[in-house]
């Protein structure tokens, strides 16, 4: 399923997984993925072939004068990256649309021939959160002593759609990988990548795994886009209401509400908003 380039021997990899998709809200696991990726050399690349539905994934088709120039196919590849001491394997790309349990074993197969030691999912869900308070991001992992003490994650149990990212994760995990995902909460009425989620992402990774990734530009991106969406709000009184509702129940709680009284703001806002709210 995958082609791989021979590297020399690396230095207590880990991999990071991010796709676009589901649980992709905000492009904050694909921009982390991207990020941290930046500049590095190809490791593995798998066979879109295989990986995906073209109807859905459709390549890009460009045109010079006239003249069919070329196709670019939709692609899951593996890049690496030496920080810190340490290689950084990330593999990024569109969510895959067929072989899911083959590609996760897949993945595993590599991670195990690489010699990965730990694993890092990313994304983002959307939520009812507000865009002028701190991300919050919502942890899950393959064993409970990898949880931090501070770590957000859900209680009991809960029963949601699964992503290719978690696909993988457990393949991997079953491999006796330690694993682990960082989710950002992004705020529901926001669209295109959130930039805070990424910096919140990276400057998670960059914890767990002991290294330090530069933020470059993303601080300076997430404080323009927060200057964007405060002048934005300012015309839309509708969306600004709710804003100021969620940042109540944030600052009341740490968190942002209960399931019940998230679910009935997105429903008003859902049921209240006009073609514009979405900023």
């Known amino acids: 399923m995958y082609h791989r380039t021979e590297v020399e021997p690396l230095v207590a990899p880990a991999l990071i997984v991010a796709f676009n998709g589901w649980v992709s809200a905000g492009g904050a696991g694909i921009a ?32 010079t ?105 457990r393949a991997v995990a079953d491999r006796g990988i330690p694993t682990v995902g960082f989710w950002a909460r992004v705020p529901h009425y926001v669209a295109g990548v959130y930039h805070p989620a990424v910096v919140t992402l990276v400057e998670r990774v960059s914890r767990y795994l002991g290294v330090d990734l530069p933020l470059a530009d993303l601080v300076q991106s997430a404080t323009d886009q927060r200057r964007h969406l405060d002048m934005a709000l300012a015309d839309q009184a509708n969306v600004k209401e709710i804003v100021s509702h969620l940042e109540e129940l944030y600052d009341a709680s740490g968190e942002v509400a209960s399931g019940e009284e998230i679910a009935a703001e997105i429903e008003r806002y859902l049921r209240d908003r006009t073609p514009d709210d979405e900023l």
């Not at 990020?35 to 890009?60: C, K, M, Q, W």
């Not at 690489?114 to 959160?129: D, T």
């Not at 501070?150 to 992503?163: K, Q």
Request: hydrophobic residues 40%; charged residues 25%.
């Open 32 to 63: 982390t993925a991207e990020h941290i990726a930046a500049g590095g050399v190809e490791v593995a690349r798998f066979d879109s072939d295989l990986l995906y539905d073209y109807r859905v994934n459709r390549p890009t088709l460009e045109f």
């Open 65 to 169: 004068e006239g003249i069919i120039d070329k196709i670019e196919w939709p692609e899951t590849r593996v890049r690496r990256r030496h920080i810190d001491g340490r290689d950084l394997l990330v593999l990024a790309g569109p969510e895959p649309n067929w072989h899911w349990r083959a590609f996760g074993e897949s993945v595993a197969d590599l991670a195990v021939e690489l010699g990965v030691v730990q694993h890092v999912s990313l994304g983002g869900i959307p939520w009812a959160a507000p865009h002028t308070r701190p991300t919050i991001v919502v942890t899950t992992s393959s064993r409970p002593d990898l949880l931090s003490d501070d770590a957000n994650f859900p209680a009991g149990m809960l029963r949601v759609p699964a992503s290719a990212a978690s696909v993988v994760e």
